[in-house]
């Protein structure tokens, strides 16, 4: 039994300019399916089948023969009966595998099982499809399911399939003869029809723009070696930070001076004054191995996240304005002239109240860990 491969393209085509010679991931489209039919080993012969020679250069490149197709089996009113007609008709064969390039990530797998799967079934014709279990409809009508009845999951529910068209598989005789008797073929005409699912990258078809780009994500994402494990998402996790200037960053802090500490006396009402009132910052006052000290101004409304340190008691004085205080849940305001102690593992949350900007003096260390609950 002799088995050809024939590979169909025009230079022309509308929806994507010369598609088949554009190059994807910098080869010609055509070449992915040239290379994978020859490397597959089924074929006696793989054939390009276009009207353009410059289609014979990439074909010979590929390891494959180049079919001249005449040009009245070129134009737009030409169909894949006429030219696949000419090409059984001067061909020397029994069984013709059409693979159309439009679909480059087809395995050469997936052929030997579309191969073998026509062979041994003994089908005159054999047609690639993509099943799709999910609710069709066709012209406004339901194809698999009933409106007047109850939804049913989609993994109940029968299968659509359609055309996927890369492969195609004919018999030499069976093709000829429905040709000369009804005038067409494509199909299966009178014959013994299957069809045969594909799915995955395999099922990608250049049809348009963003068909090609698709395309290209794909190609390169095949080219990795490797892929990762599966991941799973586990639920939130309490996060540690430690890095004070990020901390407050995230707090909503908009500027913050870490670059004037440890001098031996400081004018906080000068210091404030220069801040100003109309947006949050902070200034580090002491930054030591036993201590630090900052100066945090917030607007209403404005505050940190929840959080607690495991192995750190901290304490804050108020210096201006309102707060509301949530430690473990319970709610309390705190304003001008009070200090707060909140010790270690309890969670905290502060939030500035009122009309004007609210400031606090934070006393704990550098490198304490905030961590904040995964809940959040």
Do not use: C
């Amino acid at each position: 039994m002799k088995l050809i491969a024939m590979i169909p393209a025009r230079l022309g085509s509308k929806r994507v300019l010369k598609k088949n010679l554009r190059l994807l991931n910098g080869r010609p489209l055509i070449s992915y399916n040239i290379e994978t039919a020859v490397k597959s080993g089924l074929f006696d012969d793989v054939y390009v089948n276009s009207e353009s020679d410059i289609f014979s250069e990439i074909a010979y490149r590929y390891g494959a023969k180049f079919y001249k197709r005449p040009e009245k089996f070129s134009t737009d009113s030409a169909n894949n009966d006429q030219f696949a007609y000419d090409f059984i008709d001067n061909t020397d064969g029994d069984i013709l595998i059409q693979i159309l390039p439009t679909s480059p990530l087809i395995s050469a797998k997936e052929i030997k099982g579309f191969v073998n799967y026509m062979i041994e079934n003994e089908f005159d014709t054999l047609i690639s499809t993509v099943p799709h279990q999910i609710a069709g409809i066709h012209k406004g009508k339901p194809i698999n399911f009933k409106i007047l009845e109850q939804h049913i999951s989609s993994q109940e529910m029968f299968p659509i399939e359609t055309y996927a068209t890369v492969l195609m598989g004919w018999r030499y005789n069976n093709f000829m003869k429905n040709m000369n008797e009804q005038g067409f073929a494509y199909h299966g005409g009178n014959g013994k029809i299957g069809y045969y699912h594909i799915k995955g990258l395999s099922t990608i078809d250049i049809d348009n723009e963003e068909d090609f780009r698709l395309a290209e994500v794909a190609v390169k994402m095949q080219m990795k070696s490797n892929f990762s494990d599966p991941e799973y998402y586990k639920g939130m996790k309490d996060r540690v930070e430690i890095e004070v200037p990020e901390i407050l960053k995230k707090d909503g802090v908009l500027k913050s001076n870490f670059s004037e500490e440890n001098k031996p006396r400081v004018d906080l009402n000068k210091l404030i004054s220069k801040y100003g009132s109309s947006s949050s910052w902070s200034h580090r006052l002491v930054n030591t191995e036993n201590n630090s000290v900052t100066l945090i101004a917030q607007m209403p409304g404005e505050g940190n996240r929840l959080h607690y340190h495991p192995n750190w008691n901290e304490w804050w004085y108020i210096l201006k304005g309102k707060w509301e205080w949530d430690i473990e849940g319970e709610k309390t305001i705190v304003k001008k002239g009070d200090l707060v102690f909140i010790g270690k593992g309890r969670k905290h949350k502060i939030t500035a109240i009122g009309h004007e900007m609210a400031i606090r003096l934070a006393v704990s260390r550098a490198d304490v860990e905030h961590v904040y609950p995964g809940s959040l």
